[in-house]
């Protein structure tokens, strides 16, 4: 089975404060995603990666940035967290064209800035 | 106009009943489709792709109208163990995915 794995699942942290969310798959995907979740609202893209080193900003990149060095890992950054970040943010990932393929996520991160 | 458009709910349905859920996006040029599920804190699952020439899967029944641009979902004899969050994805092109909001069932014994 596909496991794709956030390592943080709740976290609490203070506005102003630096917050980095890791997540891994280990399915050799090409491409991951960076969503968040907040009610009536869905899920938004901020950031997707097709590639080591490569990323493209989603629909509410703003406040946010990431990292991809490795294949299997892409982290999702805070530079300087505020309360309107408080969300759920799930990491997901897929291989070569997410068009036609199916998108796994990992359990979601539940971050409270406080 | 939102790339894909749900009725957010709630269902809420007697054990044993049918429901449908559709859901309408608008580019015409979209490919792929699916019905993702999501209980309640946890990250969505793929429950089934929808296919051209519709297709079933037990209980779950899935169909694309390319004309009047939407999917639905068919739920037969409902459980309690239905009960999730049930959302739409659309897409076209590469890593053009776009969800909807959700629809919220609630299957009532």
């Known amino acids: 089975d596909v496991k794709v794995t956030q390592s943080s699942r709740y976290l609490v942290k203070r506005t102003g404060e630096k917050v980095f969310l890791e997540c891994v798959q280990d399915m050799d995907h090409e491409n991951m995603f960076w969503y968040r979740q907040d009610p009536g609202l869905g899920l938004r893209l901020i950031y997707f990666s097709y590639d080591v080193k490569m990323k493209e900003k989603g629909d509410i990149p703003e406040g946010y940035s990431v990292s991809r060095e490795k294949k299997e890992r892409f982290s999702l950054i805070l530079e300087s967290a505020s309360t309107n970040q408080t969300s759920m943010y799930l990491c997901?990932?897929?291989?070569?064209?997410?068009?036609?393929?199916?998108?796994?996520f990992g359990e979601g991160s539940w971050l409270t800035v406080v | 106009r939102k790339e894909v458009e749900q009725d957010p709910g709630p269902f809420n349905v007697p054990e044993g009943a049918t429901v449908a859920f559709n859901c309408t996006y608008s580019?015409?040029?979209?490919?792929?489709f699916f019905w993702y599920r999501q209980d309640c804190r946890k990250e969505p699952k793929l429950l089934m792709s929808v296919y051209s020439s519709g297709n079933e899967d037990g209980r779950f029944t899935a169909q694309l109208n390319r004309a009047s641009q939407y999917i639905s979902l068919l739920i037969r004899d409902s459980k309690l163990s239905d009960s999730a969050t049930y959302l739409c994805?659309?897409?076209?092109?590469?890593?053009?995915?776009?969800f909807g909001t959700g629809t919220r069932l609630t299957v009532i014994p």
């Open positions: 997901a990932s897929s291989p070569v064209g997410a068009g036609g393929n199916t998108i796994y």
């Open positions: 580019n015409s040029a979209s490919q792929s």
């Open positions: 994805v659309v897409s076209y092109g590469a890593n053009n995915l776009f």
